[in-house]
């Protein structure tokens, strides 16, 4: 990664800053944040929708990813919106003092008093789910005198997912309106009728670490030609058009995503040109990048415990964090390029299995993974963790969430403490 070096010590540095050295100041397991290239990422977005919407565009920054007060900070100074799905994201973004009216709110099952939370606090949109969502908050709008912005979420029928995508009825998810069966037609048709919302868009979104950029072209035209359905038939007027996020990242030398301003440019062209084959205004158009944006500037840090040959079989190499901080190669099997930190000019000559402290045998960050020969104390360094690490961490066996370091131009500052067993215990009554 273009943020990561190795210093005169043969030592790996992020933002400029020995490796080795935070893991000495704040401890381990640590999350390292490059705050530049954070920046840098939410730029190359919004430089590219700029570029190619003429500014009829906007990226909000999908912030399940990672959020935490700093984050949603950044995301506002760097103009962008934020896509939050509970009242946690939410009540972060308030904290932050994130412009409300950017805010688009999320989820399948949006709560009552979510969706309450929504309202009060002035949020710009809400994505919709669902026909009862619809009511409840239909409902819940008008009695509190207000108009609610929504957008609804559709299911465009694309799994990005499958080697070549496919377009299939893809009824069975859990997020979303069917076009096949007439269920969005049926909540467009609710929604107009409704004094307590305004449907201003449709949303939609089709799988995460995506790497090609065809099934984002193919749910646009779904989308659009969805939009010019409901505008000629049912007099619906849609402004914003909202595409989700799912843009792959690289986290080994084997994935080769394509780039963001490649899509921008090839996903610009064919919404322009459906639209005039449609004879429809160019909406406005919304991306929600999380991944893409938190993951690649985000490293871990943790220390070796133990080395464990176990002859003819593997070498486990035991860390003092694990599923508790990472838990994605146990639930997805995701690869991540792993070294040591204090090494990382040497070459990698071992194939060891890195395994967490957690009482589970699942519990393995990398197996055969290549790393250099390391000892108990190494730090090790596991790359391209800023995303889906710290914001699916648990406290499985009572295990304390590490500390969020951010480094910028060689300082480094806390952005989230390390959780204490006081922490963990504050919420226990005898
Ligand atoms: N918008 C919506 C409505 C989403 O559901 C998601 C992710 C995003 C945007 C952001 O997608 P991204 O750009 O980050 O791919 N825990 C999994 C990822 C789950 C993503 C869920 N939705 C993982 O660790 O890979």
Do not use: W
């Amino acid at each position: 990664a273009k943020n990561l070096n190795t210093n005169e010590l043969g030592h790996l540095t992020i933002g400029g800053i020995d490796s080795l050295q935070l893991a000495e100041q704040y401890g381990t397991p640590l999350y390292v944040m490059d705050e530049d290239l954070l920046r840098e990422n939410c730029r190359a977005f919004k430089g590219s929708i700029d570029k190619y919407y003429g500014g009829r565009g906007l990226v909000t920054y999908a912030s399940k990813a990672f959020c935490c007060k700093a984050v949603c900070k950044i995301a506002a100074q760097e103009g962008l919106g934020l896509d939050v799905v509970s009242a946690g994201e939410l009540y972060t973004a308030l904290q932050a003092g994130f412009p409300m009216q950017r805010v688009f709110f999320h989820g399948n099952n949006k709560t009552p008093v979510e969706l309450r939370q929504a309202l009060e606090n002035g949020v710009g949109y809400i994505v919709v789910d669902n026909l009862d969502e619809l009511r409840l908050l239909g409902t819940m709008a008008q009695a509190a005198g207000k108009v609610q912005d929504i957008l609804f979420r559709i299911k465009p029928g694309i799994d990005a997912h499958t080697h070549d995508f496919i377009r299939t009825g893809q009824i069975d998810s859990k997020f979303g309106l069917a076009l096949e069966n007439g269920e969005a037609e049926e909540a467009v048709r609710e929604a107009l009728a409704m004094p307590g919302v305004r449907l201003v868009g449709l949303h939609c979104h089709i799988g995460s670490q995506i790497f090609d950029i065809a099934p984002f072209e193919l749910a646009a035209q779904v989308m659009l030609d969805f939009i010019a359905k409901i505008g000629s038939e049912l007099g619906a007027e849609i402004e914003i058009l909202d595409l989700g996020g799912g843009f792959g990242i690289q986290y080994t030398s084997a994935d080769h995503p394509s780039s963001y301003d490649e899509y921008m440019r090839r996903v610009s062209s064919v919404i322009a040109a459906r639209c005039a084959q449609l004879g429809i205004d160019t909406p406005f158009v919304v991306i929600e990048p999380g991944r893409s944006i938190a993951g690649p500037a985000g490293i871990t840090l943790y220390t070796v415990g133990s080395v464990k040959h176990i002859e003819g079989v593997r070498t486990y190499v035991s860390v003092d964090g694990g599923m508790t901080d990472n838990p994605r190669y146990a639930l997805y099997q995701a690869s991540y390029d792993v070294l040591a930190a204090g090494k990382a000019a040497q070459p990698r000559t071992e194939t060891v299995t890195v395994a967490g402290k957690c009482c589970e045998s699942g519990d393995l960050i990398q197996e055969n993974t290549q790393i250099q020969p390391v000892q108990p104390g190494d730090v090790l360094a596991v790359l391209a963790t800023g995303a889906y690490n710290y914001s699916m961490a648990s406290n499985y066996n009572r295990i304390p969430r590490p500390a969020v370091v951010f480094v910028k131009d060689g300082q480094s500052r806390v952005a989230v403490r390390r959780e204490s067993l006081e922490d963990l215990l504050q919420n226990d009554l005898d």
